[in-house]
């Protein structure tokens, strides 16, 4: 598959008043053509500064590339210019947002904001931009769009301007649509709405999406593939079905054993102790060994590497090296992976083709 | 990505269980509000200063007075209109004595023979001009600390009983501020000090008059900020007496917010001051203040712009002081807060 | 809205009976009696005017009276300036107040957003530290002696402009209109600087970015409006420092301006003059408060329809 995004060990620093925030800490994947791929991971594991890195949006003065690339479109965005950029963002690239009821310009008219990245970046005239703003105010459902254009934000709901924000980022038939947890700060039923729009314009133009978000039900919904972040780093990547029923990092343990599930029988919802770490002073080596009840002696002294699961499934734990002693994973994690063929707790009549590396 | 070749032996593999508490050890000591406070206000340059040149201001204007053994209020008419001269700077070519007489320049000293040194000169009187610009910062200051205390106690008090109470206390209350509010201070402040004795008392009073609205709404505003907060419903919960509430949970946490407001109360004090005296309508001679010496050397400031310089240096020091301090306490005690 | 404003026009008539009636009594109770100008007069001559002045009838009278002039727009007649009435002295005195007033409050707000701006989009560097201690000065230096100084090295030394007077044109407005303006410009070149840091750090300026646009058009286009829109409130506290200034500025540069004329009017005793000018400056600061508070409303779009603000 055609790799339209590629970021390689990307490293970026806070310079704080507290001191260097090492808030990335090499970080590499791919994101392929037409594709979801869905970041998850806790507050603060570094997946929204992820991905505001490859918009440049983070603060200049304060934020620093410490190595590595993000390769667009035969560029490196970590080295562009930023007129160069300007020329990217809005049009190549776009961002929708958490908090539609703060991320619109209240003194703008709604459809003076849908219209401003068409203007900017196609040589339109403002009659035909306005049309163009129309359709997209219609096609991400908004009714009455031609009357409700003149409106301002205050007169439309959360999940309508959420909608409006959607139109925005998709003006320019961008190449990446990113959607930072798009729809945590939504109602339910309006979330689901929102995921089911966002799938269908998917559908629509071709757009490949990295979807931002702590909610596994919505990654499980929504994404094709998924990467867990924790602490600055990717700890495990796969498809959508590799994370949900093959896990082999103890933190995708955490984060799957802590979500409710309505088929699963437990007593009570697991959680995982303790909190994500200080990147001021990021642990040696793997930084869930402190919270993880599998921590090894070397995960306390070496970070893991990836290792490879399968073709498209890597995992950075000590506990897939040859020598690491064999584990059980949670109760409701081996459920999981009794049905996932491939896994080495597959109960179905295929064989069990061996989980380990 | 590749599969990891080297080496590792296997005791390094050995499962060990984390005390999972000491993965959450605080890595830093933890600091009291205030503590962390004048952290972040030490890092405020301009305020440290502010803070050092205010407090030898304050001194000086406690020591000045006595510093030459002159007083402020003895006249000499030989030495009238002398121009400053200070032993050792005088080498430079500036505070030397030397000022126009009949359109030369003439070292003044020699013209009068006088052998003494007025450091900051004398006025048309011969009034020493050093003792005096102490004295009348001393004067300035006074008025203003006590009219910034008057804000603050009547303030808290009437803002404190109307948001803590609310009710029909607080419609009542905050009727007569609303009133209040729409009459301009200076209205006030002239019409006071016309109707009273002029003097320091006067002043006072004219200044503190309406000077405690904006501070009672600040209060009233925070109180019922707080007192709606699980902290003080759970307190109440408990049993806790209107007075615990009132010293334990509310004044705490207000203090800041009215620390930051008395520090903008000072300037505008000793602005009003000078500004009364200035106009003619303040203090009255022989008293000095700041404004009563800025009136007179604006008189002679043709000829002598000394006169004027010294107190119109020591009141822009003081009032930009008192506002860098401000600025400071505002950033270092509630960085979000704006107004 | 419309109860909104009825309830606001109420009060603001209540304040101003309360002040009319206060400085009314509180001129009773002034040490100088106005006559004192008249010490050489005898018995007889002092009769007849305190009749003209209608200052022999009692108090309560002397207040209907007045209050019922009042309520047909006359201040009365002014003690010192012979059988003129203050209507009359305030007409004449306009003038002059109001183009130094407009002129320091258009180029002292207009220079200070732009100082404002310069030091928000240039946080924390020369620009941001420049402007902001300039701003500190405005806001610190009192506005006599800014003023002094303005005469003493522009008029008098370097014989720039003139020292003072009202009688060369638009050059007499220049000094006396910057001494005002620097209360108005220090204090909105403030506000817009912390407006602007708030506005800069939102999600929409974010978005805006993520849009593409540049540095100019996230400054003028997105940012700069929604940091002017609350500029708004602070016009009531700059109208009240231009008056305060106007009573001193005025004085240094002997503009002939109300402020000139309220000064002079209460080192005359000249009671009628004082309460007409304080009526005057009430009215003036009341009503800008409450066009501040309208025009709010009116501007922000976020007020307008859900109808005044609390």
């Not at chain 3, 500029?231 to 005025?250: K, M, N, Q, Y």
Request: net charge neutral; charged share 20%.
């Amino acid at each position: 598959m055609e790799k339209i995004l590629q970021v390689i060990d990307l490293e970026l620093s806070f310079h704080t008043f507290a001191g260097e925030v090492k808030a990335i800490r090499g970080v590499s994947f791919d994101l392929h053509k037409g594709e979801t791929l869905a970041i998850v991971g806790e507050s603060g594991s570094g997946k929204s500064v992820t991905t505001k890195s490859i918009m440049r949006l983070l603060p200049e003065t304060s934020s620093e590339f410490k190595n590595g690339e993000i390769l667009f479109d035969g560029k490196d965005l970590t080295s562009l210019p930023e007129s160069g950029m300007q020329k990217i963002r809005g049009k190549d690239i776009s961002m929708i947002f958490q908090d539609p009821m703060t991320s619109l310009n209240p003194t703008m008219p709604i459809g003076k904001q849908v219209m401003e990245p068409i203007l900017k970046h196609q040589k339109v005239s403002k009659a035909k931009a306005k049309e163009v703003a129309i359709e997209l105010l219609k096609m991400v459902g908004i009714p009455n769009a031609e009357v409700r254009y003149k409106m301002y934000p205050h007169q439309f709901s959360g999940g309508q301007r959420q909608r409006i924000v959607i139109a925005i980022a998709l003006a320019c038939n961008p190449k990446i649509l990113i959607a930072d947890e798009p729809t945590t700060a939504l109602d339910v039923t309006i979330q689901a709405q929102i995921l089911e729009l966002m799938k269908d314009i998917q559908k629509k133009v071709d757009t490949s999406i990295i979807f931002i978000t702590h909610d596994l039900g919505v990654v499980a919904n929504v994404a094709d593939r998924v990467a867990v972040m924790y602490g600055g780093r990717i700890v495990e990547v796969g498809t959508v079905d590799e994370i949900f029923y093959n896990p082999q990092h103890p933190y995708t343990w955490g984060l799957l054993s802590s979500m409710p599930s309505l088929d699963l029988e437990e007593e009570r919802l697991y959680a995982i102790p303790g909190t994500p770490p200080d990147l001021l002073n990021p642990p040696v080596g793997d930084a869930f060994a402190l919270r993880s009840e599998y921590a090894l002696k070397i995960d306390l002294e070496q970070a893991p590497p990836m290792f490879q699961v399968s073709d498209t499934h890597y995992a950075a734990t000590w506990l897939l090296h040859p020598n690491a002693p064999k584990v059980e994973p949670p109760a409701t994690i081996i459920e999981r992976m009794k049905t996932f063929r491939g896994s080495r707790y597959y109960e179905g009549t295929d064989g069990n083709l061996g989980g380990e590396a | 990505m590749q599969l990891d070749k080297q080496q590792l032996p296997p005791e390094k593999f050995e499962r060990v269980v984390i005390d999972t508490d000491s993965a959450e050890r605080i890595s830093k000591p933890s600091l009291s509000f205030w503590q962390d406070a004048w952290l972040r206000l030490r890092k405020n340059k301009a305020a440290i200063v502010s803070m050092v040149v205010l407090v030898l201001l304050v001194l000086m204007a406690l020591v000045g007075p006595h510093l030459n053994g002159r007083s402020g209020d003895v006249q000499n008419l030989r030495h009238a209109n002398l121009p400053p001269k200070i032993p050792g700077i005088e080498k430079l070519g500036i505070f030397n004595g030397v000022g126009e007489l009949g359109g030369q320049k003439l070292d003044l000293y020699e013209v009068k023979k006088v052998d003494e040194y007025y450091w900051f000169g004398t006025d048309g009187l011969g009034r020493d001009l050093f003792t005096r610009l102490w004295e009348g910062t001393q004067i300035s200051l006074l008025i203003a600390f006590i009219a910034a205390l008057i804000d603050v106690v009547i303030g808290v008090a009437y803002g404190g009983i109307s948001g803590y109470f609310g009710g029909r206390t607080d419609d009542v209350m905050q009727r007569v501020v609303e009133i209040l509010i729409g009459i301009p201070t200076l209205i006030v402040v002239i019409l006071m000090i016309l109707i009273m004795e002029p003097g320091i008392t006067a002043i006072i009073i004219a200044i503190s008059i309406t000077g405690w609205i904006g501070m009672s709404r600040i209060v009233r505003a925070q109180i019922l900020k707080f007192k709606g907060q699980e902290f003080v419903l759970a307190s109440r919960t408990l049993g806790a007496s209107h007075n615990r509430i009132i010293t334990k949970h509310l004044l705490p946490n207000i203090l800041g917010i009215v620390i930051i407001n008395t520090m903008f109360t000072i300037p505008s004090a000793i602005f009003f001051e000078a500004f009364l005296s200035f106009i003619g309508i303040g203090l009255q001679p022989p008293a000095a203040s700041l404004g009563t010496l800025i009136n007179d050397g604006y008189k002679v400031m043709e000829f002598q712009p000394y006169v004027l310089l010294f107190p119109a240096l020591v009141i822009s020091i003081l009032m930009i002081a008192f506002n860098l301090i401000g600025d400071g306490l505002r950033d270092a005690l509630d960085p979000k807060m704006k107004d | 809205m419309v109860k909104y404003i009825g309830k606001r026009l109420i009060y603001m008539f209540l304040t101003m009976f309360l002040i009319a009636t206060a400085t009314f009594f509180l001129m009773q109770t002034l040490p100088g009696s106005p006559i004192a100008s008249y010490n050489k007069l005898n018995e007889s001559q002092r009769a007849i005017v305190e009749k003209k002045y209608g200052i022999d009838k009692p108090k309560p009278v002397q207040y209907a009276i007045y209050m019922k002039n009042l309520a047909k727009g006359d201040l009365g007649t002014s003690f010192v300036f012979k059988g003129k009435s203050v209507n009359d002295l305030l007409v004449n005195r306009f003038k002059p107040s109001f183009i130094l007033g407009a002129q320091a409050m258009v180029f002292g707000t207009v220079v200070g957003i732009l100082l404002g701006m310069l030091a928000a989009l240039r946080q924390n560097t020369f620009w941001d530290y420049g402007s902001t201690f300039f701003a500190i000065l405005g806001i610190s230096i009192p506005s006599f002696v800014f003023a002094s100084l303005l005469q003493y090295w522009i008029a008098s030394e370097w014989h720039l402009l003139p020292v003072g007077l009202w009688n060369d044109g638009w050059k007499s407005s220049i000094l006396p209109s910057i001494a005002l303006a620097m209360g108005p410009l220090a204090l909105s070149a403030r506000f817009i600087r912390t407006e602007m840091i708030e506005v800069l750090n939102s999600d929409y300026i974010t978005l805006a970015k993520a849009k593409g646009a540049n540095g100019y058009e996230i400054a003028f286009k997105h940012a700069l409006r929604n940091a002017l829109i609350p500029l708004v409130t602070v016009l009531g506290p700059v109208a009240a420092g231009l008056i305060t200034g106007s009573l001193v500025v005025e004085q240094i540069f002997a503009i002939p301006g109300i402020g000139e004329q309220f000064v002079s009017s209460i080192m005359t005793n000249d009671h009628a003059t004082i309460m007409g000018t304080t009526l005057f400056f009430s009215a003036f600061l009341i009503v800008v408060i409450f066009i501040v508070d309208i025009l709010y409303g009116i501007i922000d779009p976020r007020i307008r329809l859900s109808g005044g603000k609390s």
